[in-house]
């Protein structure tokens, strides 16, 4: 069974900085997506960034240049860095693994063509998600 488990959420001020893991267990395919998804109060689910198995990532435009999807595939830690945060950030984050084609469709869906709700079937597993909080 695949487990993922966030953790690094906070409180910060505008400007500053949080680094978001995720621990996943009982994940062994060689190919894979793995994703970080967002949800304010009030607002849909959206995508803020992918990782696949040849670790190229891609990014919503408004999170372009500040944060940074990494992992460490030895120890299986999904890892967003997140810089310049702005009250616009303010969501409860959430981590996932999918099919490995689910990140080419997220290319789609960062480019507005395609809807958040027609991919996200394609990531089987999904976290409790952490909290990020950004005050002005």
């Known amino acids: 069974q695949v487990q993922l488990v966030e953790s690094g959420g906070g409180s910060v001020q505008a400007g500053g900085s949080l680094r978001l893991s995720c621990q996943i267990s009982g994940f062994t395919a060689r190919f894979y997506c793995m994703g970080w998804f967002r949800q304010a109060p009030g607002k849909e689910l959206e995508g803020v960034a992918t990782i696949d198995n040849d670790g190229d990532t891609r990014y919503r435009d408004s999170v372009k240049g500040r944060f940074n999807a990494s992992e460490d595939n030895a120890n299986k830690i999904l890892y967003l860095e997140m810089n310049s945060l702005t009250p616009d950030d303010n969501a409860m984050y959430y981590c996932?693994?999918?099919?490995?084609?689910?990140?080419?469709?997220?290319?789609?869906?960062?480019?507005?063509?395609?809807?958040?709700?027609?991919?996200?079937?394609?990531?089987?597993?999904w976290g409790q998600g952490t909290q990020v909080t950004v005050s002005s």
């Open positions: 996932a693994v999918g099919t490995s084609g689910a990140c080419i469709t997220m290319g789609r869906y960062f480019a507005g063509r395609f809807d958040l709700e027609d991919i996200t079937p394609r990531f089987a597993s």
